[in-house]
């Protein structure tokens, strides 16, 4: 029996379709400047200019003064970059940049250290070789690229003004100065430049901004090595984004500290260690700017911002703002109450409690919404003029140690009932299957609260409490009444409906049969259209008599 021939295998490198393939691992048109600009700053250049002809749209120059090229060959070598051990230690660069520069150039022209070398980017692919020419530059590095296309999709007349504005937005946090064509560029977040608050932290350098305007949706940059890295996650949010609601943050992260996605270094390594990483960090600029306020003594300025961030520490003591109090000055009984609706219910309580007052006061995480269970203890707490904070989880606050302060929860389990007087009962009646007392005041009953006299419509226990006055539309029948249908909005002309018929029987109920003509003679007007009747009032009931046209 013939044994199999035991094979070795080994890596291999079919280089020719490497090459002319590797260029698709670049996934931006634009990364090769961020790699130039990179290369620069790792040779120690202290000024970097940038020059465009605008004869040529592709044509591209970036000099700078650091400590030249010595080896060429690295620029060649892939994984190899010729940088010294301790910039490889501290910023692993891959040895791959250069070559996003080749694939985005027609040629490359190198000059460095008195040596001159031409780049044809499809001959160099293919593996042809070069050969070095002597130059006149003996330091720093001049590099000139004739592009396939131009940097900037614009008017010839607008491509200056766009590359500026993209090169910008690339350099705002890079730690060397930037010019085009001798013109500095804008880098209002480098850390030699800004003169703002900052934070020195073992993984970063914050730069922060504060303002207590500044909402949830604040974006700071985070920049590694001078750019800007982000990843657009969901479309819309950058990661890792620092800042907070009151605070706007430029983060520097150190760049021997966190691992970036090859080959385009433009995002970070996204894991499991580097998330738990940007959080701590997170965790500790909050912390740092927290402390500047409390020291700074803007704490109560910062009240919300704080409370945010979740450093009750720091407000613990403070006096709560008045924007978290609130009282309701409008009955809310509307069950159909949306949100825009309801904030008109709302204003400033007449008396804010504090740590040393008796006032008692509602504790209410959310918002306030009007359910059939809950409408009587809504308007009690109208008619109480409760305040209502709009609270939040840390119990050694005063607010949540103090006896004073109810949650809406156990509030909602006290007795509110309401009653009257004989003698202020103007007439009883009924309508749609509920109570109606027409009087000239009635008592709420709050449990735990007291005795309140009341002298405005409300509906309470079932009942409809009218106070004695003349007919008029504002009747609070919506209380018992949606006058919705499922899966439809509020049906107005329902409720015109409704309210004409509630009129018409508090007249009846009061024995005011004017009124309930007056209320009448509308409907028939209309359905006359011009013509003449009479209205008459016979033991009780109403007849209405159409009269011939010629009387």
């Known amino acids: 029996m013939q044994t199999e021939e035991m094979r070795s295998i080994k890596i291999d490198v079919n280089l020719n379709a ?38 040529d749209p592709n044509y591209f120059r970036i000099d700078d003064n650091g400590s030249g090229i010595s080896d060429f060959q690295s620029l060649l070598t892939l994984g190899r970059s ?18 996003a520069a080749l694939y985005a150039a027609v040629t490359v022209e190198i000059r460095s250290r008195g040596q001159r070398a031409v780049l044809h980017s499809g001959r160099i692919l293919s593996g042809e070789p ?12 001049s590099i000139i690229l004739h592009l396939k296309k131009s940097i900037v999709d614009a008017k010839r007349e607008e491509q200056i003004r766009e590359l500026k504005r993209y090169l910008e937005q690339t350099v705002c946090g890079f730690p060397i100065p930037v010019y085009l064509n001798t013109e500095s560029l804008c880098r209002p977040y480098a850390l030699d430049v800004w003169k703002g608050l900052r934070f020195d ?7 922060v901004e504060l303002n207590p305007e500044f909402d949830s949706t604040t974006k700071g940059v985070t920049f590694l090595q001078g750019l800007v890295i982000s990843s657009a996650m969901d479309g819309l949010r950058t990661w890792p984004n620092f800042s907070r609601s009151g605070m706007r943050v430029y983060m520097h992260l150190h760049g021997d500290r966190w691992r970036v996605r090859v080959p385009d270094r433009d995002r970070l390594y996204q894991s499991n260690d580097t998330g738990e990483g940007i959080r701590a960090l997170q965790d500790k600029v909050v912390k740092a700017a927290a402390n500047h306020i409390k020291a700074s003594g803007e704490a109560q300025k910062y009240f919300e911002c704080l409370l945010d961030w979740g450093c009750y520490e720091v407000i613990r003591d403070l006096p709560i703002p008045v924007s978290r109090w609130s009282q309701l000055i409008a009955p809310m009984h509307l069950s159909h109450y949306e949100g825009e609706n309801q904030e008109n219910s709302f204003g400033a309580p007449v008396e804010i ?23 009587d203890h809504l308007y009690a707490m109208y008619a109480f003029g409760l305040p209502i904070l709009d609270t939040w989880s840390d119990p050694d606050h005063w607010f949540s140690k103090s006896p004073f302060g109810e949650e809406t929860e156990a509030f909602y389990k006290r007795e509110v009932s309401a009653s009257v007087q004989k003698s202020d009962i103007v007439a009883e009646g009924a309508w749609w299957g509920r109570k109606v007392v027409v009087c000239k005041r009635f008592s709420l009953t709050l449990e735990g609260y007291g005795t309140k006299e009341v002298t405005e419509d409300a509906f309470l226990n079932d009942t409809f409490w009218v ?6 539309f504002d009747y609070p029948i919506d209380q018992a009444f949606y006058f919705q249908t499922e899966g439809e909005d509020f049906d107005g002309s329902g409720f015109d409906a409704a309210m004409e018929n509630f009129r018409a029987n508090l007249a009846i109920i009061k024995g005011d049969p004017a009124a309930l003509i007056a209320s009448a003679l509308r409907e028939y007007t209309e359905a006359l259209d011009g013509g003449q009747f009479v209205v ?16």
């Open 201 to 207: 932290l073992p993984d970063g350098v914050a730069l």
């Open 536 to 551: 008459e009032v016979k033991e009780g009931e109403i007849q209405i008599r159409e009269l011939p046209t010629n009387q």
């Open 130 to 141: 070069i050969t070095l020419q002597p130059c006149e530059i003996q330091s720093g590095t």
């Open 353 to 375: 409690p504090t740590v040393n007052t008796e006032l008692r006061f509602l504790k209410e995480g959310s918002s306030l919404y009007p359910a059939d269970d809950t409408l």
């Open 467 to 472: 106070i004695d006055r003349p007919l008029h």
């Open 18 to 55: 490497m090459m002319k393939n590797f260029g698709e691992v670049f996934s931006g048109e634009r990364i090769w400047i961020r790699e130039l600009l990179q290369n620069a700053r790792r040779a120690g250049a202290s000024r970097i200019n940038i020059h465009t002809d605008r004869s």
């Open 82 to 99: 010729g940088w010294e051990p301790e910039i490889i230690e501290r910023e692993n660069p891959f040895g791959m940049g250069f070559y």
